[in-house]
């Protein structure tokens, strides 16, 4: 075909032949890219940079939802190289992920889970929508137009390897948790594309049965803090690796906690192609209440995930040890102004050594949160374990103005990051590498916790708009779900990178919005 006398394909600028490529579906494209060598080069050039593709659907059938946000993403030239779905709790889990792992592809790590609401754009009429389902995912009495849909999220990441790492758990007693397992399986996949342990960035996805706040600290104690961690604590999955010895299904010796995404950076790219880089960024949905107090006698109750810490405490400075109603009378008190449907949390600094198998003990210090269950004259009812004597701890409520506050506040960092990029020369910023063409946005992705949206700021898409007022026309998804993920430091937001180790850091969080920015810095050899 190249050798053909006039007329023809054979005939075709390059720009234009990319031009015509760059507007084929995603399979189309696949074969196109077959025809010939100037072809298969062409199409390299209209996919040299990270893609992010995404869609949702309400429609309430559901090979239907399915069918039109696939059409969706894969509308346009794509190779993915990695996908996550979310759907409504009467979409069948299973089904949807036998769907799309058999449209995407065997080779292509698949997460599909339940979520409590999605966001996104609509495949079908493109308005952007944050769409709240927020019922518990043990709720099937719904109505039957209701908790239906699904959003999907495809990539491609030149320069980078992903794959989906489950974290198992042995299913004869005692049943653990095999963390440590887990965190190396992330490292050894990292060294072995990239060379180096820790890895971009890491999607996770936490089952609604496994205590996901150890895996949580063990990951931040073993990863750089370049490693950027987000996901959802407390859901429902399935998942596909890119590599079968992974996959579990139907294993008589193992379950599963959790999965996480990996995404690192590949030693064996081609020439020319850019770096990719991930941003993470929290709005923050919490306020503390009252003074500092400090756990005076600590009870554990219940089995596996039904958990729960029964507590007295002692306001700092004084030495009377406060029961339950009256830490709880005390900090309604401190609320008599507010709105009492606000939610409680503590939130707990505990300062622990951690390890991964042999290697050096050091010393962590983290901020972790608690929802309060209730209390009596004897005790404060809280859920969750990993409580000590002696823990500092402050009561903590969900509060709209706060979220909204920080909302604006994430989308001034955006701007930030924005003048970074169109401004390099006069900023040092991590992102930016010197020479070559502007550092530009890809996509995003968030997580949202199901008790905001729009019942909660009172108007629609408020999580969403520090995002979409940047980076218009870029695509955004993601989902609600209860327990957001995302690793970040506690001081000011111009803290250098936590160096101090006494300092608390925090990565589960409640009330909050986690938003992944990914951009891509093009090498000086892309075209």
């Known amino acids: 075909m190249e050798r053909g006398r006039g007329g023809g394909v054979a005939l075709l600028s390059?720009?234009?032949?990319?031009?015509?490529?760059?507007?084929?579906?995603?399979?189309?494209?696949?074969?196109?890219?077959?025809?010939?060598?100037?072809?298969?080069?062409?199409?390299?050039?209209?996919?040299?940079?990270?893609?992010?593709?995404?869609?949702?659907?309400?429609?309430?059938?559901?090979?239907?939802?399915?069918?039109?946000?696939?059409?969706?993403?894969?509308?346009?030239?794509?190779?993915?190289?990695?996908?996550?779905?979310?759907?409504?709790?009467?979409?069948?889990?299973?089904?949807?992920?036998?769907?799309?792992?058999?449209?995407?592809?065997?080779?292509?790590?698949?997460?599909?889970?339940?979520?409590?609401?999605?966001?996104?754009?609509?495949?079908?009429?493109?308005?952007?929508?944050?769409?709240?389902?927020?019922?518990?995912?043990?709720?099937?009495?719904?109505?039957?137009?209701?908790?239906?849909?699904?959003v999907l999220i495809v990539g491609f990441m030149p320069g980078l390897k992903v794959d989906a790492i489950p974290l198992l758990r042995e299913l004869e007693e005692p049943g653990i948790s095999l963390i440590d397992k887990f965190v190396m399986d992330i490292r050894n996949f990292s060294a072995a594309v990239s060379g180096c342990t820790s890895p971009t960035g890491i999607v996770m996805f936490g089952d609604k049965h496994a205590d996901m706040k150890p895996v949580l600290e063990k990951m931040d104690y073993a990863m750089s803090m370049e490693t950027v961690i987000l996901g959802e604590e407390s859901g429902h999955f399935i998942y596909r690796s890119g590599d079968d010895s992974r996959n579990i299904s139907g294993s008589l010796k193992n379950s599963c906690d959790g999965v996480a995404l990996v995404f690192a950076r590949d030693n064996d790219k081609p020439q020319g192609v850019g770096e990719t880089q991930f941003h993470v960024a929290l709005s923050t949905g919490v306020v503390p209440v009252g003074p500092t107090h400090k756990a005076a006698s600590v009870k554990v109750k219940g089995d596996g995930s039904e958990r729960s810490t029964w507590l007295t405490a002692r306001r700092e400075g004084l030495k009377e040890a406060l029961d339950g109603e009256r830490l709880l009378h005390d900090?309604?008190?401190?609320?008599?102004?507010e709105n009492a449907s606000h939610d409680l949390y503590i939130g707990v600094t505990k300062r622990r050594k951690c390890s991964i198998g042999s290697e050096k003990v050091r010393w962590v210090t983290t901020l972790e949160f608690h929802d309060v269950l209730g209390g009596d004259e004897e005790y404060l009812f809280v859920d969750g374990v990993g409580i000590k004597t002696g823990d500092p701890f402050r009561f903590y409520r969900s509060d709209s103005d706060t979220a909204l506050s920080s909302c604006r506040r994430v989308s001034e960092e955006f701007r930030n990051l924005k003048q970074a990029w169109t401004h390099k020369n006069s900023y040092h910023f991590r992102g930016v590498a010197d020479g070559g063409d502007k550092t530009e946005v890809c996509g995003g992705i968030i997580f949202s916790c199901y008790g905001r949206g729009d019942s909660f700021f009172g108007q629609a898409n408020v999580d969403s708009s520090p995002f979409l007022e940047n980076f218009p026309g870029f695509p955004l998804a993601g989902i609600m779900c209860g327990g957001e993920i995302g690793r970040v430091h506690l001081s000011s937001a111009d803290h250098q990178g936590g160096q101090e180790e006494s300092s608390p850091r925090s990565y589960l969080h409640y009330y909050s919005t986690v938003y992944l920015v990914i951009s891509h810095t093009p090498s000086p050899l892309e075209s």
């Open 331 to 337: 900090i309604y008190d401190e609320m008599a102004n």
């Open 14 to 150: 390059e720009d234009l032949l990319q031009n015509i490529l760059s507007r084929l579906p995603a399979l189309s494209f696949a074969n196109a890219g077959c025809v010939s060598r100037s072809w298969r080069r062409a199409a390299g050039a209209v996919l040299s940079r990270p893609k992010l593709a995404s869609a949702i659907s309400l429609n309430p059938s559901f090979q239907d939802a399915v069918k039109e946000v696939l059409d969706s993403v894969l509308s346009r030239p794509i190779r993915p190289h990695f996908a996550i779905a979310c759907i409504g709790l009467k979409f069948s889990l299973e089904r949807t992920h036998k769907l799309i792992t058999k449209k995407l592809g065997s080779a292509t790590p698949v997460i599909t889970s339940v979520a409590r609401g999605i966001i996104g754009s609509d495949a079908i009429s493109e308005e952007f929508k944050e769409v709240k389902w927020g019922v518990d995912v043990e709720d099937f009495n719904l109505p039957a137009n209701k908790d239906r849909g699904i």
